[in-house]
């Protein structure tokens, strides 16, 4: 089984639609990300949480808003969808480590169209 | 925000060696990261250098230059699945180095 999942894999959805995307991991970690990406280009982060209380904006979090239910599940949600956020969404989780940066395990993506 | 520097794509034979160049510019340093991203799949990580120098795993190696804002990968014996674009980061100074941001990326195109 993968250690982080995300659901749906594809979304299509219309202008103005509330949507949320879903990740769940069983890595133990306690630090998870939201980023997405468009066509060519890297990875821009949204928002990023290092604990159930700890919630920060990213680079582009305008347009998004994010739920840490629990150590293990990050949301992301896209209040009224447009569709300059049709992209790749990817979660992304990583482990507290002292006197170093840890990697991060990214889940499989969700390819999200708004239309 | 950082600025983080990658050639856009790149090509090569089989069986050949590769380099994959990247620049930033940061104050302070975290360490530098390499991803390995297959297209429309997640990123995976390949090395993380945080002292200078070159550190090597298996047929990939990566090298850091702090004084000179450079890093580069190194890929020996190129096989057809390392098609592929590559991400370098950095931990942004944004967030006070608690996240990562990433380069565009360099797609590598390997060729029969």
């Known amino acids: 089984d993968a250690d982080v999942t995300q659901t749906p894999r594809n979304r299509i959805t219309k202008t103005g639609k509330r949507i949320m995307l879903e990740c769940s991991q069983t890595k133990g970690h306690d630090r998870m990300y939201w980023y997405r990406q468009d066509p060519g280009l890297g990875l821009q982060l949204i928002y990023y949480s290092f604990d159930v209380k700890d919630i920060n904006k990213g680079e582009i979090s305008d347009g998004y808003s994010v739920s840490r239910q629990a150590q293990a599940k990050f949301s992301l949600s896209l209040e009224s969808a447009i569709p300059n956020q049709t992209a790749l969404y990817f979660c992304?989780?990583?482990?507290?480590?002292?006197?170093?940066?840890?990697?991060?395990?990214f889940g499989p993506g969700t390819r999200l169209t708004v239309l | 925000g950082q600025n983080i520097d990658q050639p856009t794509e790149m090509t090569a034979t089989e069986g050949a060696i590769v380099q994959i160049n990247c620049t930033y510019q940061?104050?302070?340093?975290?360490?530098l990261f390499w991803y390995q991203q297959h297209a429309g799949e997640a990123p995976t990580f390949l090395s993380y250098n945080v002292l200078d120098g070159l550190e090597e795993k298996g047929r990939f190696s990566s090298f850091l230059s702090r004084s000179k804002g450079y890093s580069y990968l190194l890929l020996k014996e190129l096989q057809m699945k390392d098609s592929a674009s590559y991400l370098c980061a950095v931990p942004s100074m944004d967030t006070g180095r608690r996240a990562l941001t990433f380069g565009s990326g360099t797609r590598l195109q390997v060729q029969p």
């Open positions: 992304a989780t990583s482990d507290q480590r002292q006197g170093g940066y840890n990697e991060q395990f």
């Open positions: 940061t104050s302070g340093f975290n360490g």
